[in-house]
C-alpha cells in the first residue's frame, strides 16, 4: 500500500515573522440578529392558515381578515424591534399567498371558458 509522506516543516524565511494575534480594538462582535427570512416565511403562512382554521373552526365570518391582520401586526413588530429579514419573510409570504390566489382564481376562468362559460 502507498503511504503518503509529509515534507517535513520549514522554517520561516528570514525577515518575516509570524501572524500576530489580533488586538481587541480589531474583533468585531456580531450585534443582534436581523432574523431569517426563511422563519419569516414560515411564520407567515402558519399565522395564515392556522388563523383561517381557528376562523372556520370557531364558525366566525365577522372577522375573516383577522389573520392577515395579525400577520401585518406580527410583521410590524419584527421590523421595529430589527428583526428586517424576519418581517421580509412575512411580506414575502404575503405575496405568495396573493400570487396563489391569483393563480387558482385564472385556473377556475380557464376552466370555467372550457366548459362553454363565456362564449
Given at each position: 500500500?502507498?503511504?503518503m509522506r509529509l515534507e517535513p516543516p520549514t522554517d520561516v524565511p528570514p525577515g518575516s515573522s509570524p501572524p500576530s494575534p489580533p488586538n481587541s480594538d480589531d474583533v468585531v462582535i456580531p450585534g443582534p440578529g436581523k432574523g431569517s427570512i426563511?422563519?419569516?416565511f414560515v411564520l407567515g403562512w402558519v399565522i395564515v392558515v392556522g388563523?383561517?382554521?381557528l376562523m372556520i373552526t370557531l364558525r366566525t365570518s365577522t372577522a375573516f381578515l383577522l389573520p392577515e391582520a395579525v400577520?401585518?401586526?406580527?410583521a410590524i413588530y419584527f421590523a421595529v424591534?430589527?428583526?428586517t429579514r424576519t418581517?421580509?419573510?412575512i411580506f414575502i409570504a404575503f405575496g405568495t399567498m396573493i400570487a396563489l390566489a391569483l393563480l387558482l382564481v385564472a385556473a377556475?376562468?380557464?376552466?370555467?371558458s372550457n366548459g362553454?362559460?363565456?362564449?
Open positions: 500500500m502507498n503511504e426563511v422563519l419569516g388563523g383561517q382554521f400577520l401585518l401586526a406580527v424591534t430589527g428583526k418581517a421580509a419573510g377556475c376562468f380557464g376552466m370555467m362553454g362559460f363565456m362564449h
